[in-house]
């Protein structure tokens, strides 16, 4: 199903929720009001009801003909039956409706990431964006639903219900207008105290979740010093705590729900006899049925009066979601590649020319006067200490960040004129920590590359010296590797990225610390593996260690953002400077 494109094009920011939410519903105004129309027919019992059962009242006590009474009971049976399509029917429209609209939200939520920078996700945690797509969307789902099944079912019984009293009996009606709302609202003010008191017992709920969780991150430490009774005592006494507030809240609500239910029944009470009483002197032209109508009125509108006054804070919480999504989809921090020229081949030719970049406008530059050629081909080492700008320049390269100043050339052209994304396609990096996903390592391998051969994916499994795992494997290439490749150990997961970067070909190879979390075997198959991948290509190496980089063209030695030396192992080694020094403190 083709999902609309139209929660991206919406102007979140300064716009009330509530037009935003008009917004989002605009393709499915039709299916709403056929909605409404079948609630209308669906719900029409709850205030035809009383009127009928009057009618029969009426017929039976003035002895009317018996034809009428089969009558009235038809009508009823009637509408009763209409309930179930009617009812099928408004749960396809409203809900589905709902449904739509929250997928459409979420798939927008999932494009927009895709188009924020990478400075954006750096300070946005994947979770609080994470609870944006399911959270928040599941808010403005359930949100909409209630409100429209309990509001429109207070609506139309309202309006229903003082439409029958309006003609059947109209002098009724002004005491309805004043009475109904002032019992709700004071039915209401109760049950508001009943939910301050909940609030407060959820929060001490709470403060016992984080202790158990305390007490089981703490399990090791707790055993080491055999402090399990310290920690049992802990735990016993926000038990306690919890308990007895769990006691006083139910005597709470005992008292709050006695006086909420008997008030309503002594108002319905004293309007029952206000109303038999006007029926039995003849004040008012009111048979009896319509006294039982009137009684039975009475308690309905109030209970729909009170569903309304409570549906402020579920609609709220929607809203407070609305703004919450709104604030993904308005970001306006995104990677634009509209209109720029698409690359289609690359030879691999990079050239910084006096490069500067600055985080957030503060602080000192982390690159700054960065100048190099880099011919296609040439693998390039970066080192230096933490903060040196190294991991700047590999986001620089990739096209995560651009420069504040300077510029980057790709084969001789601008990067800021190309379309990163089609560049991107002729780059690959293999990353110091590997990023799998929960699929077979032949998924993994050949992620993105449609539908790739099996023997594509084996020929880079073994050239990344993973196929002599793999093949032990229960599965093959069909093994799940588990979520994050959890099943498979570091120097395992390392040779997958290895083998996903092969299969691509890429002209221009980034690998950013690929050894460094890994022990001497795994290490030496992850070099060998790296040193087929490397061939032919221009390479980027970051690395701490500077055993791994020996074998670069060109070593990069990097000092709070600058160049500070450039040279061949060797030769820097000759130099006796900064490079010279860091091997000799890693030797030390």
């Not at 027919?41 to 009383?50: D, Y």
């Not at 049976?77 to 749960?91: A, D, S």
Request: hydrophobic fraction near 45%.
């Amino acid at each position: 199903m083709a999902l609309p494109q139209g929660p991206l094009e919406h102007r979140y920011q300064g716009e009330h929720p509530v037009r935003t939410l008009a917004y989002l519903f605009r393709e499915d105004r039709l299916r709403l009001l056929v909605a409404v129309l079948a609630f209308i027919v669906k719900h029409s019992p709850a205030w035809l009801l009383p009127l009928v059962t009057a009618n029969i009242i009426d017929i039976v006590v003035e002895r009317r003909p018996i034809s009428e009474l089969v009558g009235n009971a038809i009508v009823l049976v009637v509408v009763l039956m209409l309930n179930y399509p009617t009812h099928i029917l408004y749960v396809r429209c409203m809900h589905g409706s709902v449904r739509r609209v929250g997928t459409a939200l979420r798939s927008a939520l999932c494009r927009r990431m895709q188009e924020l920078s990478i400075g954006y996700h750096s300070r946005v945690s994947a979770s609080a964006l994470q609870t944006k797509v399911i959270r928040d969307v599941e808010n403005i789902e359930t949100s909409a639903q209630q409100s429209a099944d309990t509001g429109l079912a207070a609506v139309i019984t309202l309006a229903g219900g003082l439409g029958v009293i309006a003609l059947r009996v109209p002098a009724a009606l002004p005491a309805f207008v004043l009475v109904v709302p002032a019992a709700a609202l004071l039915v209401r003010r109760l049950r508001g105290r009943m939910r301050s008191h909940n609030e407060a017992f959820r929060r001490q709920v709470e403060q016992l979740s984080s202790r158990v969780g305390e007490m089981t991150s703490l399990i090791p430490v707790t055993r080491a010093h055999g402090l399990e009774r310290t920690a049992l005592l802990r735990v016993d006494g926000s038990l306690r705590q919890v308990l007895m507030a769990g006691i006083r809240l139910d005597l709470l609500n005992g008292h709050f729900g006695a006086l909420a239910w008997i008030l309503l029944q002594v108002i319905g009470l004293a309007f029952l006899t206000a109303a038999a009483l006007v029926s039995y002197y003849a004040w008012l032209p009111v048979t009896p049925g319509d006294v039982v109508m009137l009684s039975t009125f009475f308690t309905t509108l109030t209970g729909s009066m009170t569903m309304l006054m409570g549906l402020a804070p579920i609609f709220n919480k929607g809203l407070e979601s609305v703004r919450s999504a709104g604030e993904v989809l308005q970001a306006p921090d995104l990677e634009v590649n509209a209109g720029k020229a698409e690359v289609t081949a690359v030879k691999g030719r990079l050239d910084f020319e006096g490069v500067y970049f600055r985080y957030d406008g503060e602080g000192p530059a982390a690159v700054a006067d960065f100048d190099l050629a880099v011919p296609p081909g040439e693998t390039v080492a970066l080192v230096g200490a933490s903060g040196a700008g190294k991991s700047t320049i590999l986001n620089l390269l990739i096209g995560f960040i651009r420069p504040v100043s300077g510029r980057i050339l790709l084969d001789g052209t601008d990067m800021a004129t190309l379309d990163l994304r089609s560049y991107r396609r002729f780059l690959s990096v293999v990353p110091q920590e590997s990023v799998l996903f929960e699929g077979t390592i032949q998924e993994n391998v050949g992620y993105g590359m449609g539908d790739v051969d099996s023997q594509a994916v084996r020929n880079a499994l073994r050239d990344a010296n993973a196929l002599e795992f793999v093949d032990r494997l229960p599965n093959g290439l069909d093994t799940i590797v588990g979520e994050r490749g959890a099943r498979l150990s570091g120097g395992q997961r390392q040779r997958i990225a290895i083998a996903r970067a092969l299969i691509r070909d890429p002209r221009i190879l980034v690998l950013d610390e690929a050894t460094s979390a890994l022990d001497t075997r795994s290490e030496a198959l992850v070099q060998e593996a790296l040193g087929r991948l490397m061939r032919g290509r221009t390479v980027f190496v970051v690395a701490h260690r500077l055993s791994t980089v020996r074998g670069a063209d060109r070593i990069v030695v990097m000092d709070q953002g600058r160049i500070c030396e450039i040279g061949s192992h060797a030769e820097l080694l000759r130099r006796n400077g900064a490079y010279a020094r860091l091997q000799a403190t890693q030797m030390s």
